[in-house]
């Protein structure tokens, strides 16, 4: 694989100014469906939607960030016109989204042609129209994915949590349906959860935090 210093020395990528060429986006996106690469040019970590971009005639390329995409070096064009600034990131932040939803919703499809339970019919009816699942149809949804052997990036269901009701929903969960859903949350609602005790037990012991009651 060619490498940035390869090419052009120590260079870093992430300065447009110290770039000698104009990168055109190939027109590809796609989502890896996990979070374990940064972003080749900025370095941005958990980068999970690549955009292809590319130099014309000299064979190299790379998938970046929608940051990186939307530098003034990197040339966009959608059906021969240019797409530029504002523009440009809401028109490929919304293909993004769309294709994330797919990946989700292949996942399902992949699912359902395994298992009859009307559970998860339901969950994936939610999904189509919400773009999003409640904490209870994420852990049956995670769990029911383990069940079939089909792995799984928990990260990339996106989980309701902000509402009262949905927090509620969390705190009703089992243990285990907890740490199914535990690492599709945010550092900040994780760290919330633990405050107020309703995040899972085995998780706040791990990391030191104060054992609490175990009524259940
Ligand atoms: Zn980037």
Redesign the pocket.
């Known amino acids: 694989m060619v490498s940035w210093s390869d090419l052009y020395g120590h260079n870093t990528p992430g300065k447009p100014s110290e770039c000698p060429q104009v990168w055109r986006f190939a027109g590809e996106i796609r989502d890896k469906a996990h979070f374990n690469d940064p ?6 970590p958990d ?1 999970r939607v690549g955009y292809k971009v590319l130099q014309v005639g000299a064979g190299i390329s790379w998938e ?2 929608l ?2 995409v939307c530098r003034e070096d990197v040339e966009v064009q959608i059906e021969g016109v240019d797409v530029l600034n504002g523009a440009r990131r809401d028109h490929l932040g919304k293909l993004a989204v769309r294709l994330m939803h797919e990946t989700c919703r292949d996942l399902m499809r992949r699912l359902l042609v395994v298992s009859s339970d009307m559970d998860l019919q339901e969950i994936a009816v939610y999904f189509d129209r919400n773009g999003q699942l409640s904490p209870a149809r994420a852990a049956k949804l995670l769990a029911a994915l383990a069940q079939a052997g089909i792995e799984v990036d928990a990260r990339i269901f996106e989980v309701q949590i902000r509402s009262a009701a949905h927090k509620s929903e969390f705190a009703a969960m089992t243990e285990k349906e907890k740490l199914l859903v535990w690492p599709a949350l945010s550092p900040a609602i994780k760290k919330k959860f633990n405050a107020l005790k309703t995040g899972p037990r085995r998780y706040a012991e791990r990391h030191g935090a104060e054992p609490f009651s175990r009524g259940r």
Do not use: I, N, Y
């Open positions: 972003c080749p040019w900025c370095q941005k980068l970046v960030c940051d990186c």
